[in-house]
């Protein structure tokens, strides 16, 4: 069946680090892919996505690139900020079957 | 896009009680709709999924149950909660099928079972 696996947590940066967190799918067919983020006390709210091989999601400063040759969906951001500190999941939608999430990354940013 | 109402937003119950949660979608129809638990500082649990009105899968055995009465309406229940019931319960909603559409999620319950 469908998955979805992402880098274990939690991740401590410094303000305006480099953020990469990694996340890699195994899905049939021509899945959507999708990153959401968590604030503390909150629902989920979707931070980007892409639908199709070799899209760019791009929302806040965050990217990442659904690469169909190595199954992977990493998120990247330039410059983090202490507002960045959420919880961040990797997700997929296929057609016909539920969406799929990964077990999330907290992320913790000091000034 | 979907809207998803969810209440209440915390909830302190004994031990032994009932529960009732309950989820309303709005700006779509024919969802797939979830129940999710989140326990402090893990990812998401999925307990039950549904894909139309009296569809229900439950994805892990336990305490509680799911009922759709309604197209747009999800509801979680507990007949006597225990205190391994505490956590944030998250109500989300897809389209039902073939959009590969993401999913959208409710705001949450917060409940500590006493």
């Known amino acids: 069946g469908n998955s979805v696996t992402q880098m274990e947590g939690p991740v401590t940066l410094s303000e305006e680090a480099f953020l990469t967190i990694n996340c890699t799918y195994t899905?049939?067919?021509?899945?959507?892919l999708f990153w959401y983020v968590q604030y503390p006390g909150e629902g989920l709210q979707l931070l980007l996505k892409a639908t199709k091989a070799d899209d760019k999601g791009s929302n806040k400063g965050f990217e990442a690139t659904y690469r169909k040759e190595t199954t992977s969906f990493h998120l990247e951001k330039g410059s983090v900020q202490v507002s960045d500190s959420a919880v961040y999941f990797c997700a997929l939608s296929s057609s016909y079957d539920k969406v799929i999430f990964g077990p999330g990354t907290s992320l913790s940013v000091i000034p | 896009s979907q809207t998803i109402h969810q209440w209440p937003a915390t909830l302190v119950q004994p031990v032994g009680s009932p529960l009732s949660l309950e989820c309303t979608v709005e700006g779509t129809s024919n969802p797939n709709l979830y129940w999710y638990r989140q326990a402090a500082g893990r990812g998401l649990q999925l307990l039950f999924y549904s894909v139309g009105i009296g569809q229900i899968s439950s994805e892990v055995p336990q305490n509680l149950s799911a009922s759709r009465p309604q197209d747009r309406q999800f509801i979680l229940s507990s007949k006597k909660l225990l205190l391994s019931d505490s956590g944030f319960y998250l109500c989300?909603?897809?389209?039902?099928?073939?959009?590969?559409?993401?999913?959208?999620f409710g705001q949450g319950t917060r409940l500590t079972v006493v």
């Open positions: 989300a909603s897809s389209p039902l099928r073939g959009l590969n559409t993401e999913a959208f």
């Open positions: 899905a049939t067919g021509y899945p959507s």
